[in-house]
């Protein structure tokens, strides 16, 4: 099965599903159609959907709260950009480094010194509650190490040691066509920062690209980080766009799915839920009404699978002493009686204290018909 069919807007990130032990998805797009990425993320039962779109244009995802799937602003990234052929980097401050392409052999070393440069950096991931953190800086290691001689053809890392002892590194991805090239991760040691390295990286690798004919070079980072924006402009880069980053958590193929059955509501049932709740539209209770509203025949009520997902989180799983802290239900399309449906329960890892619960019910057609986000207090 191709995870990323050449009409996809969603991309699987292969790095994030594998480091976090869910279906990550990515887009990076002038606009995004939400009906669009809210029927994608259904279809290949994303849990976490990153979304980057142009600064200030997040209104396109309004839609996927309708759904219950919220987006969460996770951050801003604003990137800088130096024509590289029209200026000249300026000498290295330090002349004490040795800077050199990293190998395969320094995998170990730059490894340690990545988690120890971004320990407590705080990144589009961190805000997202679903991620762990140690995980996340786990992730910056490995994404370091990708970008190691040999690795890829288009990425290369340069290191700078002094007294043979690598205190700062810079990882870079160019194109050879278009004559761009991209400063993509820097990080000097905290035993060293201050003395002007994280200056020397940026006019190292623009020296480095410029000599072999790259036309302009791009950095970028989160806009909050405002002392390496001050280097940037030190050295020459402007202000070229920037991107609103979203998270969206919609947790369709996370944990486990204990329960998976059929869902069948009987006219009898739906009569009864009428009489208790006293609502007795007749779309409930007469098919000749439910016809003229435009439906086949008479519908369940929507609170009737509600109660159904209450009596199974009571009774089932999580069992007795269970509580609703939350409940969010879409009804997408109608569920009708005596039709048969299929009710799937997925529990994703708890979080913070409560049990997270997403359930579905689709049509035997396979269209989904209820989509529910709930939250669980299990209490002994």
């Not at 159609?33 to 997040?58: N, T």
């Not at 996770?74 to 300026?90: F, G, I, K, S, W």
Request: contains cysteine; proline residues 4%.
């Amino acid at each position: 099965m191709n995870d990323n069919p050449p009409s996809a807007l969603l991309h699987e990130s292969s790095l994030d599903s594998e480091r976090f032990g869910l279906r990550v998805f990515r887009v990076r797009a002038a606009e995004v159609d939400g009906g669009r990425l809210f029927k994608e993320i259904l279809a290949r039962e994303v849990d976490v959907a990153i979304v980057r779109l142009p600064a200030g244009s997040g209104s396109q995802l309004q839609r996927l709260g309708r759904y219950g799937m919220h987006p969460i602003h996770a951050d801003t990234l604003v990137y800088y950009r130096v024509p590289l052929a029209d200026r000249e980097p300026q000498p290295l401050r330090n002349d004490d480094l040795l800077f050199a392409e990293a190998t395969a052999d320094d995998a170990g070393e730059l490894k340690a010194l990545v988690s120890g440069t971004f320990d407590g950096y705080v990144s589009h991931y961190h805000a997202n509650p679903r991620l762990d953190p140690a995980l996340i800086l786990a992730g910056y290691a490995q994404w370091a190490a990708g970008y190691l001689a040999g690795e890829d053809q288009g990425r290369i890392t340069w290191v700078a040691r002094r007294n043979g002892v690598i205190v700062a590194f810079a990882c870079c991805h160019h194109d050879e066509q278009q004559q761009e090239c991209e400063g993509v991760l820097y990080g000097v040691h905290p035993d060293h920062a201050g003395g002007g390295i994280y200056g020397d990286l940026i006019r190292y690798t623009q020296t480095q690209y410029r000599a072999r004919g790259y036309q302009t070079m791009t950095v970028s980072t989160q806009i909050w980080n405002l002392a390496v924006q001050k280097v940037w402009g030190r050295e020459g880069f402007v202000l070229d766009c920037a991107y609103d980053t979203f998270h969206i958590n919609a947790m369709l193929s996370a944990g486990d799915a204990l329960v998976d059955r059929e869902l069948v509501f009987t006219p009898d049932q739906v009569a009864q839920f009428a009489a208790v709740t006293g609502d007795t539209n007749a779309v409930h209770l007469d098919d000749e009404a439910a016809q003229r509203a435009g439906f086949d025949s008479r519908i369940s009520h929507g609170m009737l699978a509600g109660s159904e997902l209450s009596r199974i989180f009571g009774t089932e799983i999580p069992g007795i002493g269970t509580l609703f802290l939350r409940s969010e239900m879409v009804f997408l399309k109608p569920i009708y009686p005596r039709r048969i449906y299929n009710l799937k329960v997925r529990y994703p890892p708890a979080l913070r204290g409560y049990v997270p619960a997403v359930a579905t019910v689709h049509e035997q057609a396979g269209d989904l018909c209820l989509l529910s986000y709930s939250d669980l207090l299990k209490r002994e």
